[in-house]
């Protein structure tokens, strides 16, 4: 039986452990869920579908979640779909280290972070990401150049706010940590492609354009079980 924190199964392999997450290589609503869960210590078992094959498509995920996406954490016979839905149950499975903060205003902060980040940052990066990842970036010059005015203008925000602490809320990594990280991620992903050079999208690295927002991201590196959580197609 393959039931551990760090073994990686095949999506169906029976039997279900107590905590299984699905989830999609590079994925970063994925990512944000496993870097929680491994922030937490909690174990589970990474069920990695293809999304090649559409495997969150078969009629056996769509049994999971009729929505046909990841991530999903199935925990003692709960199944939990969204992210954001999943963290919170973290909470309440494995409340320490919290998630959310610890006082009001934490909680407030954390939570303005996750909202300007699925509000303004998200769509942007994969406006950036998706054609550079397809080798379409001269194609797609346009939206690419227009999607990294946004970029450009929330990362400097973010920057400014771990310009003062380690973390974007308190003195631990947090939701707001791990739900922007990925998609920072992604941004630096695609950017470091040769071809989004002439582009001159101003981003990437993150050292040379936002030095606070680069150490924070190796801050999270230096979490242990990060390695766990990074995307397997991306080693
Ligand atoms: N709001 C959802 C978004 C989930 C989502 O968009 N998942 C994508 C992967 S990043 C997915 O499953 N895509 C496959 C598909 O839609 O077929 C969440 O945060 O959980």
Not at 12 to 41: N, Q
Request: hydrophobic content about 40%; aromatic content about 10%.
């Amino acid at each position: 039986m393959l039931v551990g924190r760090f073994n990686h199964c095949l999506a169906y392999e029976w039997p279900m452990s107590a905590c299984d997450l699905y989830f999609i290589s590079g994925s970063p609503p994925c990512w944000t869920v496993m870097l929680a869960l491994e922030f937490k210590g909690v174990a589970y078992t990474p069920r990695r579908l293809d999304n090649a094959k559409r495997e969150q498509k078969s009629p056996e995920f769509l049994k999971i979640n009729p929505r046909g996406q990841v991530p999903v954490l199935v925990h003692e016979g709960n199944t939990v779909c969204e992210t954001l839905a999943i963290l919170a149950y973290l909470d309440g499975i494995a409340p320490e280290p919290a998630l959310f903060g610890r006082s009001p205003a934490e909680t407030a902060q954390i939570w303005q972070i996750i909202s300007e980040c699925d509000g303004n940052l998200r769509n942007p990066v994969g406006d950036i990401s998706r054609p550079l990842f397809r080798g379409k970036g001269e194609a797609f010059r346009e939206q690419i150049v227009e999607a990294a005015t946004c970029v450009r203008d929330e990362l400097a925000l973010l920057d400014a706010r771990v310009a003062s602490g380690p973390w974007f809320a308190g003195d631990t990594a947090s939701a707001a940590d791990f739900v922007a990280f990925p998609v920072v991620m992604q941004l630096c992903r695609a950017s470091a492609r040769e071809e989004a050079a002439p582009l001159e999208l101003g981003v990437y690295p993150l050292g040379a354009h936002t030095p606070n927002l680069d150490k924070w991201a190796k801050r999270i590196e230096a979490i242990e079980g990060y390695g766990n959580a990074y995307p397997p197609h991306w080693k």
